[in-house]
């Protein structure tokens, strides 16, 4: 028996089989498409946190978070130091650890944040270590032994006329610490100590022994106040003079105090040694070495002589 084919059926069958095969190459064809679009901005993305990890922009929002903490250093940048890339716009400048110091790379045009102070006036390329009693005031590392020098001279004068003492002297012997290399013997310190009274010298450094002697004299009284302290605030010697002159049955007359570099200290040698190797390797250019006036500050005596009526 001979089998008939319906060819309406057949040619309907047919013609819905190629519009399915079609529907499904259209699917896969988005499929494949949509896939590409992903993979594709998923690259973009990846690459985009990539870049935002190796330069570490820094931004207002996160500024001005609660949790957020200044470092201890500050580097002032010029700010078309990272205008064109993409990561960076809008941005107030970026962080960076080096040697174990956390630093903060700051645009120049930055500066107006209203919280931070610079001493002296912020320029670039230049390097700002925090106030050790002030953590929004920045100290331009190559004048910050000397600044820390001279408060701590007007300290102990101020202690000495809050006292109501009519004269003090304050004698100050340091001896200082430059690196030397076979290439070049000159190293850089920065000092207010002057009148070398001796030389030492080996082969890897140089240390000079220095002294300075100032007076101060007062029209003295008997009514003593207690000064503020600030660098002395820790050292005993100091507070037991405070306690002495205060005392109402006080008849001191003179008193010498022998008072020890390390306890009023700028800062730690290691510190010291950290800023100098970030400064370094951010080639950030300074006329003298941090850890060498730290070994130094450590290494100061001074005698404190104070004289009543």
């Not at 896939?35 to 922009?57: C, F, H, I, V, W």
């Not at 200044?70 to 970026?94: F, H, M, N, Y």
């Not at 013997?185 to 450094?205: C, D, F, L, P, Y």
Request: aromatic share 8%; with cysteine.
């Amino acid at each position: 028996m001979a089998i008939k084919f319906d060819t309406e059926k057949s040619k309907e069958a047919f013609s819905s089989f190629l519009k399915k095969t079609s529907e499904v190459g259209k699917n896969v064809a988005d499929g494949v498409q949509k896939g590409a679009t992903e993979l594709s901005e998923k690259m973009k993305e990846d690459s985009y946190q990539r870049r935002l990890k190796k330069y570490n922009p820094l931004f207002t929002d996160e500024y001005n978070s609660v949790d957020f903490r200044l470092p201890k250093l500050i580097i002032i940048i010029d700010a078309t130091s990272r205008q064109q890339i993409d990561v960076c716009e809008g941005a107030l400048g970026w962080r960076d650890r080096e040697s174990d110091t956390e630093v903060l790379c700051l645009y120049n045009d930055s500066l107006k944040l209203g919280n931070i102070e610079f001493f002296p006036n912020a320029v670039c390329d230049a390097a700002y270590y925090v106030d050790t009693f002030n953590p929004n005031r920045y100290i331009r590392v190559d004048c910050i032994f000397e600044k820390a020098h001279d408060e701590r001279l007007a300290e102990l004068k101020n202690i000495a006329y809050m006292l109501g003492a009519k004269r003090c002297t304050i004698e100050i012997t340091e001896e200082q610490f430059e690196r030397a290399s076979a290439s070049n013997n000159a190293g850089m310190n920065i000092s207010r100590i002057v009148g070398a009274k001796a030389e030492q010298a080996t082969t890897a450094e140089k240390s000079n022994i220095r002294s300075s002697k100032i007076s101060a004299v007062f029209e003295g009284n008997s009514s003593p106040r207690r000064p503020e302290l600030k660098w002395f605030a820790q050292d005993d010697t100091i507070k037991k003079l405070i306690e002495m002159r205060c005392k109402k049955t006080n008849k001191l007359n003179l008193e010498t105090l022998q008072l020890y570099g390390a306890t009023s200290a700028t800062m730690t040698q290691k510190a010291a040694t950290s800023i100098d190797s970030a400064l370094s390797k951010l080639k950030i250019k300074g006329n003298a070495s941090m850890q060498s006036n730290a070994q130094s500050e450590h290494s100061r005596k001074i005698i404190f002589s104070v004289e009543f009526e």
